[in-house]
């Protein structure tokens, strides 16, 4: 099973700032990485799959980046919807898919 | 305009039974692999259990295999999760998830969740 470690657990960030989040894999997942947001109360969002490319109706704010081992959720100016929980998801080798343990980013 | 609604969530005793339902609109069931993902109170996501589109496919995790059994229904839309010899550690939020058109393992559309609460 391919274990996926979020980091750091919680970010502490003003609006207008940016955020970078890190999500490392225990082997390869290639590119099929996916990144999720998750408002409380609510279910999780789609942003990013294959690593890099947005999902639809996401803001250009939201970016990623990496394969392989490491990747990158970059938000480049956080808005007050942004602050939330994000997780990401590999679905290169399955089952099981498999989460990370999630980052909350939180208002500073 | 997609939608994933569930139900058939709700109290019940540990060792008892529970069928959850995703009823899907907006889009060509018929044509997308499904899954159910949970979250228990508090924690993150983990997946429970992915069907292909012809339920050719069925996977699941090891926390579930032998008690839980996903099936559909693609003449009624509808998405199913028949749950035995529930634990007290299957509380959570049970949540269907459409994969993206092609794949299995990403998840773009989401229902609201619905509550299982395993306790005596």
């Known amino acids: 099973e391919i274990v996926l470690t979020q980091s750091p657990a919680t970010l502490s960030l003003s609006p207008g700032e940016r955020a970078t989040l890190s999500c490392r894999a225990s082997?390869?997942?290639?590119?099929?990485l996916a990144w999720y947001q998750q408002k409380p109360g609510q279910a999780p969002r789609l942003l990013i799959y294959?690593?890099?490319n947005r999902a639809t109706g996401i803001p250009a704010r939201f970016s990623g980046s990496g394969s392989g081992t490491d990747f990158t959720l970059t938000i480049s100016s956080l808005e007050p919807e942004d602050f939330a929980v994000y997780y990401c998801?590999?679905?290169?080798?399955?089952?099981?898919?498999?989460f990370g343990g999630g980052t909350k980013v939180e208002i500073k | 305009e997609v939608q994933l609604v569930e139900s058939g969530g709700g109290l019940v005793k540990p060792g008892g039974s529970l069928r959850l339902s995703c009823a899907a609109s907006?889009?060509?069931?018929?044509?997308?692999?499904m899954n159910w993902v949970r979250q228990a109170p508090g924690t993150g996501l983990e997946w429970v259990s992915s069907?292909?589109?012809?339920?050719?496919?069925?996977f699941y995790a090891d926390s579930v295999k032998g008690r839980f059994t996903i099936s559909r229904d693609n003449a009624r839309d509808s998405l199913y999760l028949q749950m035995n010899s529930l634990r007290a550690e299957d509380t959570a939020v049970y949540y269907c998830?459409?994969?993206?058109?092609?794949?299995?393992?990403?998840?773009?559309?989401w229902g609201q969740g619905t509550l299982v609460t395993v306790s005596s």
């Open positions: 998801q590999q679905s290169s080798s399955w089952p099981p898919l498999t």
């Open positions: 998830a459409r994969a993206r058109i092609g794949t299995t393992g990403d998840l773009d559309y």
């Open positions: 907006g889009f060509i069931f018929s044509s997308y692999s």
């Open positions: 082997q390869s997942v290639n590119s099929y």
């Open positions: 294959d690593a890099s």
């Open positions: 069907i292909s589109s012809s339920s050719s496919h069925i």
